[in-house]
């Protein structure tokens, strides 16, 4: 059975990384110091059954999760029946901890765009993406936790900003969230808002699992953006919004390291885990002595 995070649940923050193949020993050699893998389940679908079979070994060893990142549930247009077989099929197998997919939209008119791409935040896509993701829940038997997604053009015909939009989607869906804090850093910095003041106005109890990753700029001066491309480390300020999750969830979250790519030593990885448990340690005692002036 899927276990999708409760927000009754009892438990404790977890923390992992993505599963790649250039990472393997490294995650296979240390799964005392990680507590949760994240499968690209994309890459299974039509797997030989010899590479199903060492996914669902791996889900034996540890705790795993699957991330979708071809459904395309942000549209208007409904996500394909069959893509949505294919991973309630994997879950079956691989019975993950949760599957989650991101609020983009990849397809249009029988075209592949190849891309997560932002649509237009709407009160149509509000409505499209809440009948995709009721539609997911019901195919695979488990709603996704649904993850904001970076872009480098602020989505033309957009008539709410992205919180207010994200926030529509969640409560209109009644999906939990994957916050992916470098996406959210990355459009606040393009886009002249304030990371921090984006992270507050977020419904943080909906949040059930984190994303870290770092990227670089791009583009001439005056005119930079940052890039989301997972090939470099997790930047300070992404540590510092880990830290205000810890301070503003109340409930558990399961965070993420993302690398695809320029890969680091092993060791290079599991110190940017360590770094963090720490921020989100420190975010929660935040929180603790909140809630102690509180009752007192």
């Not at 294919?86 to 989650?100: D, G, N, T």
């Not at 301070?247 to 599991?270: C, F, H, S």
Request: aromatic share 4%.
């Amino acid at each position: 059975m899927i276990m999708i995070p409760d927000s009754t649940a009892a438990g404790s923050d977890r923390f992992g990384l993505g599963w790649r193949r250039e990472l393997a020993v490294g995650i296979l050699s240390n799964l005392d110091r990680i507590d949760v893998v994240e499968v690209m389940a994309d890459d299974f679908f039509d797997a030989p059954r010899r590479e199903r079979r060492s996914l669902r070994t791996l889900a034996a060893q540890t705790s795993v999760v699957l991330h979708g990142v071809s459904l395309g549930v942000a549209s208007a247009a409904p996500v394909e029946t069959e893509r949505l077989d294919k991973i309630a099929r994997l879950c079956a197998e691989v019975e993950p901890q949760f599957w989650s997919e991101h609020l983009a939209f990849v397809r249009g008119g029988g075209i592949e765009i190849g891309h997560l791409t932002a649509p237009p935040r709407t009160l149509a896509t509000v409505e499209g993406a809440a009948a995709n993701l009721n539609r997911a829940r019901s195919i695979v038997g488990a709603a996704p936790l649904v993850e904001n997604i970076a872009t480098l053009i602020d989505p033309p015909g957009s008539d709410r900003d992205e919180v207010t939009w994200i926030s529509e989607i969640l409560a209109t869906s009644d999906c939990p969230m994957l916050l992916d804090l470098h996406n959210l850093y990355a459009n606040g910095l393009n886009f002249g808002a304030d990371p921090m003041e984006a992270l507050a106005q977020l419904p943080m109890d909906r949040v059930a699992a984190v994303h870290l990753a770092g990227g670089r700029w791009i583009g001439a001066s005056g005119a930079r953006r940052l890039l989301d491309d997972h090939l470099h480390d997790v930047p300070e300020p992404i540590y510092d919004l880990l830290a205000e999750v810890g301070a503003r969830a109340p409930y558990p979250v399961t965070v993420i390291l993302e690398r695809d790519g320029r890969y680091p030593p092993i060791e290079t990885l599991l110190d940017q885990l360590e770094r963090a448990r720490r921020s989100l340690a420190a975010g929660r005692a935040r929180r603790a002595t909140r809630t102690d002036r509180g009752a007192a």
